[in-house]
């Protein structure tokens, strides 16, 4: 996502009354859930983040809802957005993060227990296939990714641009939308195995994990809890 974009969004997660929307290429206007995101855990969060092991990557955290929750469960969790006022925000509500694109090094690569992708962030990057493939580095033997995916049959790249309810826009940058479906193929390409897809309300996920686990020390965990900046 280019600067302006990122900048578009660090300003409206600092409104009270946070609004944004996703409009592409063909001119379709896509509402995004700043609102959602910036709020505490609703039921189909807590379903999902059942299904953490720690330590856990929550990759595009967004304001860090899902990463502040792990932490006060005591799940060793750390948030990485290419979003400044994001990162910050986490950081305020007591969960660890770094300003990073999940495609730059990051701490722990082959040892985190779960990678999140929720809220849309399968489609990081335009390239869904690229981005499985990364968070598959990323993982220990045995690890999994959690999958949000879009409701129904959907399967595109596109590029969008971020527009403020008051008219103005970002810079164009590729993304990608799968549904289900898209999800499981992508995750095949990826050599995921899938072990899990469940719904709550309006939402889907999916849950594949990478093969040959084996017993995870304490070494990543304690260089999370440590961490400090970045």
């Given at each position: 996502?280019?600067?302006?974009?990122?900048?578009?969004?660090?300003?409206?997660?600092?409104?009270?009354?946070?609004?944004?929307?996703?409009?592409?290429?063909?001119?379709?206007?896509?509402?995004l859930?700043?609102?959602?995101?910036?709020?505490?855990?609703?039921?189909?969060?807590?379903?999902?983040?059942?299904?953490?092991?720690?330590?856990?990557?929550?990759?595009?955290?967004?304001?860090?809802?899902?990463?502040v929750?792990?932490?006060?469960?005591?799940?060793?969790?750390?948030?990485?957005?290419?979003?400044?006022?994001?990162?910050?925000?986490?950081?305020?509500s007591?969960?660890?993060?770094?300003?990073?694109?999940?495609?730059?090094?990051?701490?722990?690569?082959?040892?985190?227990?779960?990678?999140?992708?929720?809220?849309?962030?399968?489609?990081?990057?335009?390239?869904?296939?690229?981005?499985?493939?990364?968070?598959?580095q990323?993982?220990?033997?045995?690890?999994?990714?959690?999958?949000?995916?879009?409701?129904?049959?959907?399967?595109?790249?596109?590029?969008?641009?971020?527009?403020?309810?008051?008219?103005?826009?970002?810079?164009?940058?590729?993304?990608?939308?799968?549904?289900?479906?898209?999800?499981?193929?992508?995750?095949?390409?990826?050599?995921?195995?899938?072990?899990?897809?469940?719904?709550h309300?309006?939402?889907?996920?999916?849950?594949?994990?990478?093969?040959?686990?084996?017993?995870?020390?304490?070494?990543?965990?304690?260089?999370?809890?440590s961490?400090?900046?970045?």
């Amino acid at each position: 996502m280019r600067a302006g974009a990122i900048a578009l969004y660090d300003e409206v997660l600092g409104e009270q009354a946070a609004a944004l929307a996703l409009r592409t290429a063909d001119g379709r206007v896509l509402p995004l859930q700043v609102a959602r995101w910036c709020a505490p855990p609703d039921a189909a969060d807590e379903e999902l983040l059942r299904h953490c092991r720690g330590p856990v990557l929550d990759v595009g955290c967004g304001p860090g809802r899902l990463t502040v929750a792990l932490t006060e469960r005591g799940i060793p969790a750390l948030g990485v957005d290419i979003s400044r006022a994001a990162v910050t925000r986490t950081r305020q509500s007591g969960a660890r993060a770094l300003r990073r694109s999940v495609f730059d090094p990051l701490p722990g690569q082959g040892r985190w227990a779960t990678v999140l992708l929720a809220d849309g962030n399968i489609g990081i990057g335009g390239l869904p296939a690229r981005l499985l493939h990364r968070c598959a580095q990323l993982l220990a033997p045995g690890g999994r990714i959690l999958i949000e995916a879009e409701p129904g049959n959907v399967d595109e790249q596109v590029t969008a641009r971020l527009e403020h309810p008051d008219g103005r826009r970002g810079p164009v940058f590729p993304w990608a939308r799968l549904g289900t479906a898209a999800v499981l193929r992508a995750a095949a390409d990826a050599d995921l195995r899938v072990m899990a897809q469940w719904g709550h309300a309006d939402r889907v996920f999916v849950l594949a994990t990478r093969a040959v686990a084996r017993p995870q020390g304490r070494e990543l965990v304690d260089q999370v809890s440590s961490l400090r900046s970045g």
